[in-house]
């Protein structure tokens, strides 16, 4: 079956520096997305991109963040200069369309910034 | 701007028997989705099931069924049969189908489901 596939599974980075969290999407899914989840509290989406450029994002993603799909497969989130704060798990999930088709989801990235 | 509330943070079940995990949403679009994850203690989201605004019928995927009540804007999940390897939290989320909401799940807070013996 096809997944959606994250790495790395765990990254500690020290503040100030820039991370890369990589993904993998299905193959045929036309509609990539970060969300991130900060440790006991719900899942909040961060951006969404589509053919080729992000089609919608939330307050939390500042001018710190930054997505590519660098070729035909990846997705890459970029955060430049990590904040205590920026720890959390990132998932990346992608759909075959917008609305009602489900997403599914990496088994994200947790990120530790210390 | 949509809302999920989720107002059972925990609950429990013994082993067989049904649960229903309970979920209301707000929004303001005329069509939108409505989902449901599942997240074990391993950290992966488990898409389990979804209920279109406008589907006539009630979805159910195996022992997991949606109760759709559009007039309550609840959509509340049940799982029937309960087993062990149920015990995780789960997410309601939902989805508009209009442009500029069509994109992002808004999900809730979650409810962490414990199954006993």
């Known amino acids: 079956e096809p997944e959606v596939t994250q790495t790395p599974s765990h990254q500690v980075t020290q503040m100030g520096q820039e991370v890369i969290l990589r993904c993998v999407p299905i193959s045929n899914h036309l509609y990539f997305y970060w969300y991130r989840q900060i440790l006991g509290q719900k899942v909040e989406f961060l951006v969404s991109f589509y053919n080729n450029e992000i089609s919608e994002k939330s307050e939390i993603f500042d001018d710190q963040f930054s997505v590519e799909r660098p070729d035909g497969s990846n997705f890459t989130l970029k955060i430049r200069s990590t904040k205590l704060e920026d720890s959390a798990m990132y998932f990346c999930?992608?759909?075959?369309?917008?609305?009602?088709?489900?997403?599914?989801f990496g088994q994200g990235t947790r990120l530790t910034v210390v | 701007a949509q809302k999920i509330t989720q107002t059972q943070p925990g609950m429990f079940v013994q082993e067989k028997e049904a649960v229903t995990l309970d979920c209301t949403y707000d929004t303001s679009d005329p069509s939108y989705g409505l989902f449901w994850y599942k997240q074990p203690s391993s950290g992966e989201m488990i898409f389990l099931i979804y209920q279109g605004s406008y589907d006539q019928q009630n979805a159910t995927e195996g022992r997991y069924s949606l109760n759709f009540q559009k007039a309550r804007k609840s959509a509340n999940l049940v799982i029937s049969a309960s087993q062990l390897g149920d015990s995780a939290m789960y997410f309601c989320a939902m989805r508009g189908q209009n442009t500029g909401t069509a994109s992002k799940l808004t999900f809730g807070t979650g409810t962490r489901l414990q199954v006993t013996l």
């Open positions: 999930a992608s759909s075959e369309a917008r609305g009602k088709a489900e997403a599914f």
